[in-house]
């Protein structure tokens, strides 16, 4: 009786905990440690515990919400562990204490809501298994597919299952010129299945063995049945990886006369002083010594972080960097505020040769609580008691354009690198390379890393050459490829050119968009139905 008593608390205990390691390990993918092998396998302990659920072995089995819920977590909550270093928030005037309230806050927020995510994958599969291996693995590859571009629409997301490949593994990353980074996810969460799918056969299959038979003792399942998982799984880790290789190896053809070289300027300017006097004095000695660095190695144009100038537009002509600009006459973006009604925007501004601002891109994606309230009629009241923060900054609308004296542009302004779609589309209208303005520093050098291997995958999914300028690092050069260039320091001042190649091509992405995601719905409904 007690042993019994026993078995039932410990089981679910077990599952738990194995659901939970498993999430932890996926988390450990990307930055800072960036196990990124460990993604092929993290999610099969999951799966398998899901299948057991469905096949009702154990009537203790916890409830398959549940443990999605706390996979969820474990791999959002270390992937996105980051996030606390946002505290002390002395930088924005919040005292220690309610810095700490809020950070703890956000880092349980996100995990919760990735928590939710997995929850929601979990009980869908389990609701709609019938018992078929194949269709399992069909099933549950569109519903992750699905929940992640359901999820990318809205306004918190940052881990895909792609990123966990950036930017160790560039061949398999290149299945995101086919249909953007739900290709790469599809093929993790596939090959995930066919794996747990196999063990799982395994295991029944060998208790089949140790049953006694009347006249044999071999198992009811074929053996070609067991192993064709693995096969598939194979198949599957092989052709993809093929595929991508091919389009990895595709020459960059890098014609000279469409030669472009830019510089960047990482300012290095930290946020507690930033919006200071001594920080702007800092700001423009630093900006406009940059500039006047990189003019003298003969670039063309000069990138500036995220907010690099914090100042709005209408006073830029005023400031030193435009005087440089009005002597040099080289074309500088510039992070500064725009002006929308009484509220202000996160810009990027085009500067010409005689200091005229000639474009405009507004940030469209913002920063729940860093950079806008949500919910402001509920939890504006409580935001306010904990800081001092006032919430007037507007997004920019969706579906931008930025022409340059170069051409279209395709702009994204921090927060933005994750949500893939907006490149997509800034592709498809002609942009012909990648500005990525940023500032990371309120952050960790792991948040750094991450940001920068999402830009890995925007310019692969585009095609496109990415020039990356963030205020502490880790700005940077990434061709069509995914390779980078160059990487700078974190927590330093620095200046760098480079020689860039705009491009009109358009992949299969650009043009048609996530069409694989239509293709695995259909086949996901017509299997449903028939099988």
């Given at each position: 009786?007690?042993?019994?008593?026993?078995?039932?608390?410990?089981?679910?205990?077990?599952?738990?905990?194995?659901?939970?390691?498993?999430?932890?390990?996926?988390?450990?993918?990307?930055?800072?440690?960036?196990?990124?092998?460990?993604?092929?396998?993290?999610?099969?302990?999951?799966?398998?515990?899901?299948?057991?659920?469905?096949?009702?072995?154990?009537?203790?089995?916890?409830?398959?919400?549940?443990?999605?819920?706390?996979?969820?977590?474990?791999y959002h909550g270390v992937a996105l562990s980051w996030i606390t270093g946002i505290h002390p928030m002395d930088w924005l005037g919040v005292?220690?204490?309610?810095?700490?309230?809020?950070?703890?806050?956000?880092?349980?927020?996100?995990?919760?809501?990735?928590?939710?995510?997995?929850?929601?994958?979990?009980?869908?599969?389990?609701?709609?298994?019938?018992?078929?291996?194949?269709?399992?693995?069909?099933?549950?590859?569109?519903?992750?597919?699905?929940?992640?571009?359901?999820?990318?629409?809205?306004?918190?997301?940052?881990?895909?299952?792609?990123?966990?490949?950036?930017?160790?593994?560039?061949?398999?990353?290149?299945?995101?010129?086919?249909?953007?980074?739900?290709?790469?996810?599809?093929?993790?969460?596939?090959?995930?299945?066919?794996?747990?799918?196999?063990?799982?056969?395994?295991?029944?299959?060998?208790?089949?063995?140790?049953?006694?038979?009347?006249?044999?003792?071999?198992?009811?399942?074929?053996?070609?049945?067991?192993?064709?998982?693995?096969?598939?799984?194979?198949?599957?880790?092989?052709?993809?990886?093929?595929?991508?290789?091919?389009?990895?190896?595709?020459?960059?053809?890098?014609?000279?006369?469409?030669?472009?070289?830019?510089?960047?300027?990482?300012?290095?300017?930290?946020?507690?002083?930033?919006?200071?006097p001594q920080g702007f004095h800092l700001a423009m000695t630093a900006y406009t010594q940059g500039y006047l660095n990189l003019t003298n190695?003969?670039?063309?144009?000069?990138?500036?972080?995220?907010?690099?100038?914090?100042?709005?537009?209408?006073?830029?002509?005023?400031?030193?960097?435009?005087?440089?600009?009005?002597?040099?006459?080289?074309?500088?973006?510039?992070?500064?505020?725009?002006?929308?009604?009484?509220?202000?925007?996160?810009?990027?501004?085009?500067?010409?040769?005689?200091?005229?601002?000639?474009?405009?891109?507004?940030?469209?994606?913002?920063?729940?609580?860093?950079?806008?309230?949500?919910?402001?009629?509920?939890?504006?009241?409580?935001?306010?008691?904990?800081?001092?923060?006032?919430?007037?900054?507007?997004?920019?609308?969706?579906?931008?354009?930025?022409?340059?004296?170069?051409g279209k542009v395709i702009i994204g302004i921090c927060y933005e690198s994750a949500f893939t779609e907006n490149f997509r589309y800034q592709?498809?209208?002609?942009?012909?390379?990648?500005?990525?303005?940023?500032?990371?520093?309120?952050?960790?050098?792991?948040?750094?890393?991450?940001?920068?291997?999402?830009?890995?995958?925007?310019?692969?999914?585009?095609?496109?050459?990415?020039?990356?300028?963030?205020?502490?690092?880790?700005?940077?050069?990434?061709?069509?490829?995914?390779?980078?260039?160059?990487?700078?320091?974190?927590?330093?001042?620095?200046?760098?050119?480079?020689?860039?190649?705009?491009?009109?091509?358009?992949?299969?992405?650009?043009?048609?968009?996530?069409?694989?995601?239509?293709?695995?719905?259909?086949?996901?409904?017509?299997?449903?139905?028939?099988?």
């Amino acid at each position: 009786m007690l042993k019994l008593r026993h078995q039932k608390i410990s089981s679910p205990i077990i599952y738990y905990t194995l659901s939970l390691l498993s999430g932890i390990f996926m988390g450990t993918t990307v930055a800072p440690i960036g196990a990124w092998f460990l993604a092929w396998v993290s999610l099969a302990t999951l799966w398998i515990l899901l299948i057991k659920i469905t096949l009702k072995t154990d009537k203790n089995y916890p409830s398959a919400p549940v443990l999605g819920f706390i996979w969820g977590i474990g791999y959002h909550g270390v992937a996105l562990s980051w996030i606390t270093g946002i505290h002390p928030m002395d930088w924005l005037g919040v005292p220690w204490l309610p810095s700490l309230t809020i950070t703890l806050f956000c880092w349980a927020f996100i995990s919760l809501w990735g928590g939710i995510f997995v929850s929601v994958w979990a009980a869908l599969m389990v609701r709609l298994d019938r018992g078929n291996p194949y269709l399992r693995v069909l099933i549950g590859t569109t519903l992750w597919c699905s929940l992640e571009s359901l999820w990318s629409a809205g306004p918190l997301w940052w881990s895909s299952l792609a990123y966990t490949q950036s930017p160790y593994n560039l061949v398999i990353l290149h299945l995101g010129q086919l249909s953007g980074s739900n290709t790469v996810t599809a093929v993790i969460v596939a090959f995930n299945g066919f794996i747990a799918e196999y063990l799982t056969q395994r295991r029944e299959d060998a208790k089949e063995e140790r049953k006694p038979h009347p006249k044999t003792s071999v198992s009811s399942v074929p053996l070609w049945f067991v192993n064709s998982h693995l096969i598939l799984a194979t198949t599957l880790l092989i052709t993809s990886h093929f595929i991508g290789l091919i389009l990895y190896s595709n020459p960059l053809n890098l014609t000279p006369n469409t030669a472009l070289k830019i510089g960047i300027i990482q300012g290095n300017i930290p946020n507690k002083i930033k919006v200071l006097p001594q920080g702007f004095h800092l700001a423009m000695t630093a900006y406009t010594q940059g500039y006047l660095n990189l003019t003298n190695q003969g670039v063309q144009a000069v990138l500036t972080p995220e907010s690099s100038i914090p100042i709005f537009a209408r006073d830029l002509p005023q400031t030193p960097l435009l005087a440089a600009i009005r002597e040099r006459g080289v074309i500088a973006w510039i992070g500064a505020f725009g002006e929308q009604g009484s509220s202000y925007t996160n810009s990027l501004f085009t500067v010409i040769n005689n200091g005229e601002i000639t474009s405009r891109y507004d940030k469209s994606k913002l920063v729940p609580l860093g950079e806008y309230i949500p919910f402001e009629n509920i939890l504006g009241g409580i935001v306010q008691r904990l800081s001092p923060l006032e919430a007037h900054q507007v997004p920019g609308q969706v579906n931008q354009i930025f022409d340059t004296p170069f051409g279209k542009v395709i702009i994204g302004i921090c927060y933005e690198s994750a949500f893939t779609e907006n490149f997509r589309y800034q592709a498809a209208m002609g942009g012909q390379f990648i500005l990525s303005s940023s500032n990371d520093a309120h952050y960790t050098p792991a948040m750094a890393n991450q940001h920068h291997a999402q830009d890995i995958m925007r310019a692969i999914e585009t095609d496109k050459w990415a020039v990356r300028a963030t205020n502490t690092g880790y700005s940077a050069f990434i061709n069509p490829h995914g390779e980078t260039l160059w990487k700078s320091g974190y927590n330093t001042y620095e200046t760098h050119a480079e020689t860039i190649y705009p491009r009109q091509t358009q992949t299969l992405y650009v043009r048609w968009g996530d069409w694989l995601m239509i293709v695995l719905l259909i086949l996901g409904f017509l299997g449903w139905v028939f099988l």
